[in-house]
């Protein structure tokens, strides 16, 4: 079993910036992709950035693409949200997800078996 702990989420103001990030533990962990959604109150779980492990290619939604940049760390088994120019929609619970096997969808959450348990994101105007 893949355990996912992410941290760094708070409140910072419009234009600022935070770094989240998601370590995994468990049994030897070698995920196909990792990822972050994001959940806002009354809405939908959505899709913000993904990375392929083992290529490091990387994907973005249109609402967070030249703010937000996803990254990961092999030898501590981390992925990274630096997410820069913070907008106040970007308020919202983030979560790390991770998908242990090939799969073709990058942006649907039901293609991902694991999940953190998320962290607070707030941003004030």
């Known amino acids: 079993q893949v355990q996912l702990v992410e941290s760094g989420g708070g409140l910072v103001q419009a234009g600022g910036s935070l770094r989240l990030s998601c370590v995994a533990s468990?049994?030897?962990?070698?995920?196909?992709?990792m990822a972050w959604f994001r959940q806002a109150p009354g809405k939908e779980r959505e899709f913000v950035a993904a990375?392929?492990?083992?290529?490091?290619?990387?994907t973005y939604a249109d609402s967070v693409k030249d703010r937000f940049t996803i990254s990961r760390d092999n030898a501590k088994n981390t992925v990274y949200l630096q997410m820069n120019n913070l907008k106040p929609e970007d308020t919202a619970a983030y979560y790390c997800?991770?998908?242990?096997?090939?799969?073709?969808?990058?942006?649907?959450?039901?293609?991902?078996?694991?999940w953190g348990q998320g962290t607070q994101v707030t941003v004030s105007s």
């Open positions: 990375i392929r492990w083992s290529t490091i290619i990387t």
């Open positions: 997800a991770a998908r242990s096997t090939v799969v073709a969808s990058v942006l649907a959450a039901a293609s991902y078996n694991y």
């Open positions: 468990g049994r030897t962990f070698s995920p196909y992709r």
